[in-house]
Nanobody
């Protein structure tokens, strides 16, 4: 069983930055491909970023490419999402997700590919 706990959300002005963290329980973090998703009120869940086991490969949708950076620290069982140049349309609940894989360069961009989910953290971009 894997438990994920997100932190770092909050209120930020347009153009500002936030860094989200997701801490994973257990000793299996090194075989977990990780991802971030977001869901705005009244909208479907949206993929935001993904990273493979070693952090060598990352993947982003066009909506956040160049502004968001996903990274991981396997020694700390933690994945991060650095968000820069935030826009009001980035406002959403952000969720961390994890999926076991033994393929070191595998990452996942679809929600139904992930087995484990965190509880979410609110990010609000507003002046």
């Amino acid at each position: 069983q894997v438990q994920l706990v997100e932190s770092g959300g909050g209120l930020v002005q347009p153009g500002g930055s936030l860094r989200l963290s997701c801490a994973a329980s257990g000793r299996t973090f090194s075989v977990l491909a990780m991802g971030w998703f977001r869901q705005a009120p009244g909208k479907d869940r949206e993929f935001a970023a993904a990273i493979d086991l070693n952090g060598d490969n990352t993947y982003y949708p066009e909506s956040v490419k160049g502004r968001f950076t996903i990274s991981r620290d396997n020694a700390k069982n933690t994945v991060y999402l650095q968000m820069n140049s935030l826009k009001p349309e980035d406002t959403a609940v952000y969720y961390c997700a994890a999926e076991r894989t033994f393929y070191s360069h595998k990452y996942f961009s679809k929600g139904d590919e992930y087995e484990y989910w965190g509880q979410g953290t609110q990010v609000t971009v507003s002046s």
